[in-house]
């Protein structure tokens, strides 16, 4: 089955694939990273749940466009065979496709309003995710809605994987190409629209943070009792943000599955979709955009090479190469907390001393305990006025 | 063909865009922190 | 007396998740952190086990000892390279929840690297294994089914006394409440963490060594479990080691007995849905009282809605 996915995506061959592919997956993880760095970075909430809302995204698509897609050939004369029960929807999925693929290479129109379908229905899907989880954020402590929002993802993930319904259980379902009307390549027309939307959301994110309700975030992180003594509704500000980036992160769930024009449920792991997400975050620096693609660019790119050169590395490793990626993505993390605690990129022109760790193993305790486990950065980084007075 | 370039074009544009917004709001706020020190 | 060994296989496994919850609670106390590597430990149990019992051809009980230590020094090493150095920053609470997180993913890895090195060195099976045959039988139940419950019994008291008699103990003790007091007394906060974190990685890693003598383990079954050991914790109301110990069997209990109970009624199917057992406990909590048992036990001595309905089932309460 691998080596027919396979296939299908590598007709550009060589160094351009690998170009497209980078590409591809640049567009889909900065959508998440941005939409992370909207959450955490600037409103300070911090949403573990990534891997839940793109995969909604992934099971808007298996669950709802592609029987909306059958039907609507159906509709228009094509002979499909069944797949009302969940037999049937598993084992004529590949028949059934090439079907609806073959009548999608002459109608592009309904292809590409089953793609804007699809989105929009995982926008909303992902929105309401977002108020959901928003329930309990409001009432707990940070650390217990992460507990939370982790289990949520692996919960989703186990639905997916026994409910047949939804995305083919364990063999996967196979998605209609909606690209099937353009005659070249079908990785590089999904990485330039996954690219586009990217860009659109950039643009909308850059908007939001330069406007009052951006700045209002800002404060909020910074100082929430300040924001609640002056009037502002702290909790529906939250609620706002974490509806409208939950919306935004079911779009790489989308892109995915038809990228692959396949989903199983193995494809939205909470360690793929959360954590390099958040590494790439912490990597750029939380706070700023240009971090966010910093962070995104080199996580991406030294991924796909790994995975590229795995032939290579799988001859001279006893083991998998993707232990080794594992490694890499735990020290990565712990050592940029521990010696750019902002990130590459930093979100203000603050000076950042270089921090001596050697000392800071052997040193006896100094710490005060009074802030330490509750504050951020308490007294380092602060809401300076002067810059948005301007 | 075409569209891979063009894919290439948005994927450059990105980082691109945002660097220079990056570097803009710094010097800005270099002159302000500049003109602020002038002042006093 | 013979159990059936349904019951049997569920004590085991609510006495391992008991032990894990405790520990899970004592790093929530002391560093004010949910630790998500706290089950990766026991995946570094499992593989002590392993090692000496298959490898080494040993009596898998030598294990445990060694499994404590390991557990400890891991523990001991994580706080002084990683979580130590980030509180004295002056990190915040979810940094180092992130920090803890990178730590389970590395120490996972490390965990698969080992076993494929073993199994390039020993062609042995070490991904997927089951240390069953190798234990002992006494009147026709496995011996660790004893071994376990009594451990578990033994930590609860030990840690009671550790907890109330002894210096280190109280200190300990001290630092959950308030480590800034604490330290004003002449407590060493530092070296009470070093020890907390030793104690729960070695309990931690004791109760991974227990795992694969009745259940199918590979190295990551100890990332696995995590749910459960937070759902115990959570239920217990994450702020009370004894509430942990009543959550941790709870659950543990509950998470094999209701899967076959609920097996028996739908049909075996269900058995898929296993995972969602501790998930269910955790959100019910979260929602219905956030702070656990602890927080239910004492809404029904203090308020006068409780203390209404204990009076109507019978019960009085004094004071």
């Keep these: 089955m691998l080596a027919v996915i396979g296939s299908s995506v590598a007709a550009i061959t060589g160094m351009s694939r690998l170009i497209v592919d980078i590409a591809m997956y640049f567009g889909l993880f900065v959508i998440v990273a941005m939409a992370l760095n909207f959450q955490y970075g600037n409103a300070g909430i911090p949403n573990f749940g990534c891997a839940v809302q793109v995969i909604v995204g992934g099971f808007t698509v298996s669950g709802i466009t592609l029987r909306l897609a059958y039907w609507l050939v159906e509709k228009a004369g094509i002979q499909l065979l069944p797949y009302q029960t969940a037999y049937d929807w598993l084992y004529n999925s590949q028949l059934n496709v090439v079907a609806v693929n073959n009548y999608l290479k002459t109608h592009p129109l309904l292809g590409v309003s089953l793609l804007l379908f699809s989105i929009a229905v995982a926008m909303v899907l992902g929105a309401v995710i977002g108020w959901v989880i928003s329930v309990p954020a409001i009432r707990l402590r940070a650390t217990y809605l992460m507990i939370t929002l982790i289990t949520m993802a692996d919960a989703s993930q186990i639905f997916g994987r026994n409910i047949p319904y939804i995305c083919g259980g364990t063999l996967g379902i196979w998605i209609p190409n909606v690209f099937a009307w353009y005659p070249g390549d079908r990785g590089v027309i999904t990485a330039v629209v996954t ?71 193995a494809m939205y792991q909470r360690a793929y979709w959360t954590y390099w997400s958040w590494l790439m975050l912490i990597l750029g620096g939380p706070g700023n955009n240009a971090g966010t693609f910093l962070g995104c660019a080199l996580v991406i790119a030294m991924r796909r090479v790994i995975i590229v050169y795995k032939w290579f590395f799988d001859k001279i490793l006893f083991f998998p190469i993707s232990y080794f990626e594992q490694i890499l ?51 380092k980084r602060r809401f300076s006025l002067k810059f948005w007075r301007r | 063909m075409v569209l891979f370039w063009v894919m290439v074009a948005i994927w450059v544009f990105m980082p691109a865009f945002i660097v220079y917004e990056e570097i803009k709001e710094r010097r800005a706020l270099a002159e302000i922190e500049k003109a602020e020190a002038s002042e006093e | 007396m013979l159990l059936p060994p349904l019951l049997m296989a569920a004590i085991v496994y609510a006495c391992e998740i008991t032990i894990l919850s405790i520990g899970f609670t004592m790093t929530y106390l002391t560093a004010k952190i949910p630790n998500f590597a706290h089950g990766t430990y026991a995946g570094y149990g499992i593989y002590v086990n392993y090692t000496i019992s298959k490898i080494f051809g040993l009596n898998p009980y030598i294990s445990f000892p060694v499994a404590f230590l390991v ?27 992130i920090s803890t997180i990178a730590i389970d993913i590395f120490l996972t890895a490390i965990l698969y690297i080992y076993a494929y090195w073993l199994r390039s060195v020993y062609h042995t099976y070490t991904i997927q294994f089951i240390l069953k045959e190798r234990d002992i039988q006494l009147w026709g139940v496995p011996g660790i089914f004893y071994v376990s419950l009594g451990i578990c019994i033994v930590t609860v008291i030990l840690l009671h006394t550790f907890l109330t008699k002894t210096r280190i103990g109280v200190s300990m003790r001290a630092v959950a409440e308030d480590p800034e007091l604490a330290s004003v007394l002449g407590i060493d906060v530092y070296r009470t963490q070093l020890y907390s974190w030793f104690l729960t990685g070695g309990l931690a890693a004791l109760a991974g060594a227990m795992y694969p003598m009745w259940f199918q383990s590979n190295p990551s079954s100890g990332a696995f479990i995590i749910t459960s050991i937070m759902a115990g914790s959570l239920l217990g109301g994450m702020e009370s080691v004894y509430g942990a110990i009543v959550g941790g069997f709870g659950v543990g209990l509950s998470e094999i007995l209701l899967t076959n109970r609920l097996q028996a009624t739908f049909g075996i199917w269900v058995g898929e849905y296993r995972p969602l057992i501790p998930m269910f406990f955790l959100i019910a909590v979260l929602l219905i009282q956030p702070r656990g048992l602890q927080g239910a036990y004492e809404w029904l001595t203090t308020s006068r809605k409780g203390i209404e309905l204990l009076s109507k089932l019978g019960i009085k309460v004094e004071g």
């Design chain 1, 195 to 265: 690219l586009a939307i990217g860009l659109i959301c950039f643009f909308i994110f850059r908007t939001m943070l330069n406007s009052p309700y951006g700045r209002l975030m800002r404060a909020i992180r910074e100082n929430e009792v300040t924001c609640l003594s002056v009037g502002k509704n702290v909790v529906g500000i939250r609620r706002n943000i974490l509806m409208f980036a939950s919306a935004i992160t079911a779009i790489p769930g989308v892109m995915t599955a038809y990228y692959y024009s396949y989903v199983v449920d």
């Design chain 3, 71 to 97: 557990g400890g020094s891991i523990g001991t090493i994580v706080y002084m390279l990683v979580i130590g150095v980030l509180t004295k920053m002056g990190s915040g609470a979810i940094v180092l929840t």
């Design chain 1, 329 to 379: 993505l735990g020290v990565l993390l712990i050592v940029v907390m521990i010696f750019r605690p902002d990130g590459l990129i930093p979100e203000k022109l603050l000076y950042i001393p270089g921090v001596n760790y050697t000392k800071l193993v052997r040193e006896r305790v100094k710490v005060d305990w009074r802030t330490a486990p509750k504050m951020k950065f308490a007294g």
